[in-house]
Nanobody, 122 residues
Framework: VQLQASGGGLVQAGGSLRLSCEGSGGTFSSYAMGWFRQAPGMEREFVAAVVWSGTMTKYADYAKGRFAISRDNPKSTLYLQMNNLKPEDTAVYYC????????????????WGQGTLVTVSS
């Protein structure tokens, strides 16, 4: 599956952004999907993941209560709604697909999008 992320940009602290990730070339609903991010000089870190049906989700602690992951399988699209953004949320955000429809302890991305930059100004 090929993944194309979009929706990044520059936003002030306290603002919101919605990221999208469109899949193609595969059966989108057969994959659990997730978001990761990588800040400058930092390692890539997990943000959130969702099972194939959208009925179960998992979040990093810093994302709980501020971010919401969702998916629209007929549109082959994954979303990440980010609210109350903070400067420390500045990073390149990547979407990923896992070769399994359900979530386990660790979400392992098997296919990756190209990333979209989110910059939060103070």
């Amino acid at each position: 599956v090929q993944l194309q992320a979009s929706g990044g940009g520059l936003v002030q602290a306290g603002g919101s952004l919605r990221l999208s990730c469109e899949g193609s070339g595969g059966t989108f609903s057969s994959y659990a999907m997730g978001w990761f991010r990588q800040a400058p000089g930092m390692e890539r870190e997990f943000v959130a993941a969702v099972v194939w049906s959208g009925t179960m989700t998992k979040y990093a602690d810093y994302a709980k209560g501020r971010f919401a992951i969702s998916r629209d399988n007929p549109k082959s699209t994954l979303y990440l709604q980010m609210n109350n953004l903070k400067p420390e949320d500045t990073a390149v955000y990547y979407c990923a697909a896992q070769n399994h429809p359900y979530l386990s302890t660790l979400f392992k991305g098997n296919y990756w999008g190209q990333g979209t930059l989110v910059t939060v100004s103070s």
